[in-house]
């Protein structure tokens, strides 16, 4: 992570000699692509120097297009859409994300056949992602199929980067407009830094106030701003309506972490909301930026740890102030992106 989050400080570094603001989100999402493909895949991919990441461009599109397939009433018909622009587009730009997946899982299946690599990856203390599903077995003896791989290579993969990379832009973006909590995270990491140049994995523990204002950044602006559900049997509300089994239920994140009757002034960013004393009077579920139940985010350890380790490291660098000329127009494109991007002045420190 760290890794990854200095190649694109070092990017940063050259693009702000001429005192320009810099639009994040990009460079973020090839960020955290970057670090999702080392961390659960042990692929170096470079994307962020190969300019042009034709699987980040596919990911975009598809997030457009999902996004507007479900505002266009008769795309809701698969024929319709199947027939229209709109959906060959999507056909096109599918097939390019999972050309990308393949080769991915192609090239370890390659290295699989070589049997010393196969010993030496059953010997590693820390199996990765792709490993254990390619080691894994149903209860029959066999292994997953190449489209069961792929599709949990995917949804890792799309899970794994695009959420967490909208987290930290608009994180940068908080603490550019609040420039005092942005001094004090920056003090609470210099202060457990030391002397130190570099993160160690205990120094993330002790990023209290740091912590308090990523949670505070994910009540305002949740990269994952509603999920949906099929009813399996049907609901009656507490005001007696009630929905029938079958119907597709959309849980708005956004709107519970925005909420007056849950939320004092909602709209001010006030870290001092995840303090210890304040969350014990809250409802446990009031602040849900990775969902709940039994199907929720399998990889928000990862993700607050990513977060950490780009924060810390990016306010060592840099002091962050936003392009009042370019405010960020929120849009809920699957994940919470900004219409216009996200553009920030960034003043070398270090
Ligand atoms: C700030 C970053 C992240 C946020 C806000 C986030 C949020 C969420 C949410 C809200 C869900 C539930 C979706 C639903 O119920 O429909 C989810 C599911 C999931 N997330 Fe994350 N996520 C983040 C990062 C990650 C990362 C880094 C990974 C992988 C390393 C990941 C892997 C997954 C997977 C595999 C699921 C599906 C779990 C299941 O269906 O059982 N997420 N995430």
């Known amino acids: 992570m760290a890794e990854s989050t200095n190649v694109m400080l070092d990017k940063w570094e050259r693009l702000v000699t001429d005192g320009k603001p810099v639009e994040l989100f990009e460079h973020v999402s090839l960020m955290t692509l970057d670090s999702i493909m080392k961390c659960a895949f042990s692929c170096h991919s470079n994307c962020q120097t ?9 990911v975009y ?3 457009r297009l999902v996004h507007q397939r479900l505002r266009i009433f008769p795309y809701h018909n698969d024929f319709i859409y199947w027939l229209s622009p709109h959906g060959y587009q999507f056909r096109k730009v599918c097939q390019l994300a999972h050309d990308h997946t393949d080769k991915v899982i192609q090239e370890r299946k390659e290295s699989l056949k070589d049997e010393r690599e196969f010993e030496k990856i059953q010997k590693k203390r820390y199996l990765d992602f792709l490993d254990i599903l390619l080691c894994a077995k149903y209860e029959n003896g066999a292994g997953l199929s190449d489209e069961d791989l792929r599709a949990e290579v ?8 695009d959420t967490t990379a909208s987290g930290i832009s608009w994180l940068l973006y908080c603490l550019a407009s609040h420039p005092e909590h942005q001094a004090r995270c920056r003090e609470e990491i210099q202060e457990i830094l030391g002397d130190r140049e570099t993160l160690q994995w205990e120094d993330l523990g002790k990023m209290t106030y740091s912590t308090m204002c990523i949670k505070e950044s994910l009540r305002l602006y949740p990269p994952v701003p509603g999920v949906s559900r099929q009813l399996s049997k049907p609901i009656t509300f507490p005001d007696g309506r009630t929905l029938p089994e079958g119907t597709v239920a959309t849980i708005s994140i956004y709107l519970i972490h925005r909420n007056p009757s849950v939320w004092k002034d909602p709209l001010v960013f006030d870290p001092w909301r995840f303090s210890p004393e304040n969350i014990s009077g809250r409802h446990s579920h009031a602040f849900l930026p990775f969902s709940a139940g039994m199907r929720n985010c399998i990889g928000q350890q990862f993700a607050m740890n990513e977060m950490k380790v780009a924060l810390a490291l990016t306010l060592l660098r840099f002091e962050l102030s936003p392009d009042p000329t370019k405010p960020p127009t929120k849009i809920p494109q ?6 216009n991007g996200i553009h920030i002045y960034l003043k070398k420190i270090r």
Do not use: P, V, W
């Open 50 to 58: 190969n300019s042009k990441n034709t699987y980040i461009q596919a």
């Open 154 to 161: 995917d949804t890792f993969m799309f899970e794994g980067h």
């Open 334 to 339: 699957i994940i919470l992106r900004s219409k």
């Open 61 to 63: 599109s598809l997030c």
